[in-house]
């Protein structure tokens, strides 16, 4: 299944993202902050992380890189509407799926949405596109052993 982590400070707004993605068909955990979520990320049952609430520029400028290290694969979308230009200039170089801004009404979830469901599908495309390249090693491999052209 489908791993989303929502991590925002705000407990509401926490339920709520987590309420609308549950009906999605998505595992989603809830955390006051990601680092209480890390075993999700290292083990890779969490594949997109949704990063709300307020962040000062120097977390959010060394938190992102290492959430990247710990899962290559993992697709952040940022919500945020009051991050400086060059910070997310900064946070986009370092990998971050999409950045949003904080939704206003009713509406504006749609957008979010549509970057979760995208990320997944992302995450998807990569992990049948490594799977193939891995089978395909395999096969040059049995062939290389066997002698079989």
């Not at 989303?4 to 549950?22: G, P, V, W, Y």
């Not at 949003?100 to 970057?115: C, F, M, N, T, Y």
Request: hydrophobic share 40%; net charge negative; proline share 2%.
């Amino acid at each position: 299944m489908d791993g989303l982590l929502i991590a925002n400070k705000n407990q509401q707004a926490r339920e709520q993202m987590a309420a609308l993605f549950q009906a999605d068909d998505y595992e989603v955990t809830t955390a006051d902050s990601v680092v209480n979520s890390l075993e999700g990320i290292l083990d890779k049952s969490i594949q997109v992380v949704l990063l709300g609430g307020v962040f000062d520029e120097q977390q959010i400028s060394k938190f992102v890189p290492l959430l990247k290290k710990c899962n290559r694969n993992l697709s952040i979308i940022l919500v945020s509407d009051d991050l400086p230009l060059e910070l997310v200039r900064r946070i986009r170089k370092e990998g971050i799926f999409y950045h949003a801004l904080k939704p206003v009404g009713d509406e504006s979830w749609d957008e979010i949405r549509q970057a979760v469901s995208c990320a997944f599908e992302n995450y998807h495309a990569r992990q049948s596109v490594g799977r193939k390249l891995f089978r395909n090693k395999e096969s040059i491999r049995l062939q290389e052993n066997t002698g079989i052209a």
